[in-house]
């Protein structure tokens, strides 16, 4: 499975970004869960949000109320909307996939979004 991310980019505080996450490949055990993390600069990768193949969806307190993640089974697609962007939200976006949370086999290349 290989996942690509498109749709980071540059935003002032309270603007919006939506992140798109296109997936090729086939595993349906091993996408289960598909999830997007971030990393700032100097700090570890932490998961933001995540949703399971029936579409259960969880959030990091961070970004609760703010983010909404959106899996589109047919399409193969998940997306991440990200509303009132603020600074500390700044950060390399890494579209992830696994068959449990604790283990996320598949990654992409990551999306820089920076919020000034």
């Known amino acids: 499975v290989q996942l690509v991310e498109s749709g980071g980019g540059s935003v002032q505080a309270g603007g919006s970004l939506r992140l798109s996450c296109a997936a090729s490949?086939?595993?349906?055990?091993?996408?289960?869960?598909m999830a997007w993390f971030q990393q700032a600069p100097g700090e570890e990768r932490v998961i933001v949000a995540h949703?399971?193949?029936?579409?259960?969806?969880n959030y990091a307190d961070s970004v609760k109320g703010r983010f909404t993640i959106f899996r589109d089974n047919t399409k193969n697609t998940l997306s991440l909307q990200m509303n009132g962007l603020k600074p500390e939200d700044t950060a390399i976006y890494y579209c992830?996939?696994?068959?449990?949370?604790?283990?996320?086999?598949?990654w992409g290349q990551g999306t820089q979004v920076t919020v000034s």
């Open positions: 992830a996939a696994g068959s449990t949370l604790r283990l996320f086999r598949y």
């Open positions: 490949g086939y595993d349906p055990d091993g996408t289960y869960y």
């Open positions: 949703i399971d193949k029936f579409r259960g969806e």
